[in-house]
């Protein structure tokens, strides 16, 4: 028997049989027949932009033609009590977690009425506070802490609207799901406070 042979293949080398070669780049997504790209290598669920709000249907859907900015391939390694497992570097997502879930669509049948929940009406004398900023952001409406802070600090009135202009139309929300409902988010520019869309209705 012929003896075997160990090769330590030292941080960042490469090597194919017994020689070293130069590293090559890990391809990390390649394109579709419709030009749209698919990932080659694991990403973020989390921080990856891969749904949007379909306003024409009142729901949050896969895009259906996602291109390379949409993923992030920032994931490494981190370690928590002696166990190592892999995370997003960029939001610290776990990524042995279950992905998150689209926003699912509320779902009736001629045979089941849905639950109106009636709302004061809005006149011209009503007085709407208007958020500054606000974005959709992953199935939530989301604006800076500042500006949350600013809107708590102005009061809870009952004769007075929440609203906030998104993607050119204006949806609104009660005071009570502003309160109770809100969530901080991580984006790029840091934490901003998100209320899910669900909570929101047309103005």
């Given amino acids: 028997m012929s003896e075997v042979k160990i090769l330590t293949i030292p941080f960042l080398k490469s090597v194919s049989g017994e020689s070293f070669i130069e590293p090559i780049a890990e391809i990390v997504h390649f394109k579709n027949?419709?030009?749209?790209?698919i990932p080659n290598t694991v990403f973020c669920p989390a921080c990856s932009t891969?749904?949007?709000y379909d306003s024409k249907w009142g729901e949050v859907k896969e895009k259906r033609n996602l291109e390379e900015h949409d993923y992030s391939f920032e994931v490494g390694y981190a370690t928590k009590d002696g166990e190592t497992y892999a995370q997003c570097l960029k939001c610290e997502f776990d990524l042995r977690l279950?992905?998150?879930k689209l926003e699912p669509k509320e779902k009736t049948t001629k045979t089941v009425r849905p639950q109106v929940k009636i709302v004061n009406k809005i006149t011209a004398n009503t007085e709407i506070e208007w958020i500054g900023q606000a974005?959709?952001?992953g199935g939530f409406f989301t604006m800076s802490k500042e500006e949350f802070m600013r809107v708590v600090k102005s009061g809870q009135n009952k004769d007075k609207r929440i609203a906030?202009?998104?993607g050119g139309s204006n949806y609104c929300i009660e005071w009570d799901k502003l309160f109770s409902e809100y969530k901080e988010i991580k984006s790029d520019t840091g934490f901003r406070i998100g209320i899910a869309r669900n909570h929101w209705t047309n103005l």
């Fill in 135 to 137: 974005k959709y952001e």
């Fill in 50 to 52: 891969l749904t949007e």
């Fill in 98 to 100: 279950e992905a998150p």
């Fill in 164 to 166: 906030a202009s998104i």
């Fill in 33 to 37: 027949n419709f030009g749209g790209i």
